[in-house]
């Protein structure tokens, strides 16, 4: 996501609040003719079947969840025959850490008021996600926000680029926040898979319009070494 603290700031208030009273769910992240990663995700399998908008199937809790190219379903079969399936050897036990190599981050827009630039601003916004670069990343097995965001920024230079002030949540979760120009920004990121992650920001106050706020929620994917 563009981390500009003028124009692309984000996202959506906490749609996912992980639930301490449901299960893990077990998440196969699966890459074609490179098998796939299996771990305990932080989420239920509600939470999951909410995030990629799909049905959650009746004894879901004894299922897996397989996530492929960014599609999931919910599978009946053992990690290995999923991990066989997708070209792996069978072996599918791995940490809940981001793996290195290049990421790309979908953005989508979830809501914006900010007087009568919001209609300029929401273009802008939407132009610059389409024109955003994948990034090369070395995380060193350790999910952090920080190194998310120099990261992006070497590959999507930005000189109006906030510096937000983050908070570890867990070793899968990460908040931040940043005051700039009457604005107050909320960040949130959260691992799903040692393939994927989710990032949420939300911008709240005033401006020169009036009130503005406005919210984008990213996944971000590893797609290549």
Known sequence: MRLSAKVLTATLPVLLALSLSAPA?????CTVSAG????????NAEELSLLYDIPTPEGAAEM????QDGKAVWSQLSLSDIDITAGGDGQCAGPLAPEDGVWTSTAT????TCGSGT???KSIMTANMKREKPVRIAWGGVFDAETWRKAWLAANPDPEAGRPEWTRVSEIEMTGS????GLTSRYRMILLTPRSFRSEWSVEGRNEEGVCNWSITAMARKTSD
């Open 25 to 29: 769910a077990t998440v196969a992240d």
């Open 36 to 43: 796939c990663s299996c771990i305990e995700s932080p989420l």
């Open 64 to 67: 897996t969840f397989v996530v």
């Open 109 to 112: 827009i979830d809501s914006m």
């Open 119 to 121: 209609a300029m601003m």
């Open 178 to 181: 940043e005051r700039y120009e």
